[in-house]
Nanobody, 118 residues
Framework: QVQLVESGGGLVQPGGSLKLSCAAS????????MGWYRQAPGKQRELVAT???????NCVDPVKGRFTISRSNTRKTVYLQMNSLKPEDTGVYYC????????????WGRGTQVTVSS
């Protein structure tokens, strides 16, 4: 059974940092593109960043220069380092896995809350 378990969320002041982790189990981790999405209250879920199995990364424009996605295939974990956090970064952050060849093989974690507020 595939599981993605996020951790590391919390309450942080504007300008602060958090590091999210997503531990995967029950899957051939290195075959998946891993991603982070977020959903703010009253808004649709949106992509934040992705990292492929060969470590190519991409971050969306609103977080470029502030967020860094990385992965460890040996630990089966994907990370999201978030710096210079802003109130608009508040939301539930979800881990996502998409198989690089079998695009219909998609998994989601349950999410971790990030709140940026003074």
């Amino acid at each position: 059974q595939v599981q993605l378990v996020e951790s590391g969320g919390g309450l942080v002041q504007p300008g602060g940092s958090l590091k999210l982790s997503c531990a995967a189990s029950g899957m051939f981790f290195s075959a998946y593109t891993m991603g982070w999405y977020r959903q703010a209250p009253g808004k649709q879920r949106e992509l934040v960043a992705t990292v492929t199995s060969n470590f190519n990364t991409n971050c969306v424009d609103p977080v470029k220069g502030r967020f860094t996605i990385s992965r460890s295939n040996t630990r089966k974990t994907v990370y999201l380092q978030m710096n210079s956090l802003k109130p608009e970064d508040t939301g539930v952050y979800y881990c996502n896995a998409v198989h690089q060849q079998i695009r219909s093989s998609i998994y989601w974690g349950r999410g971790t809350q990030v709140t940026v507020s003074s």
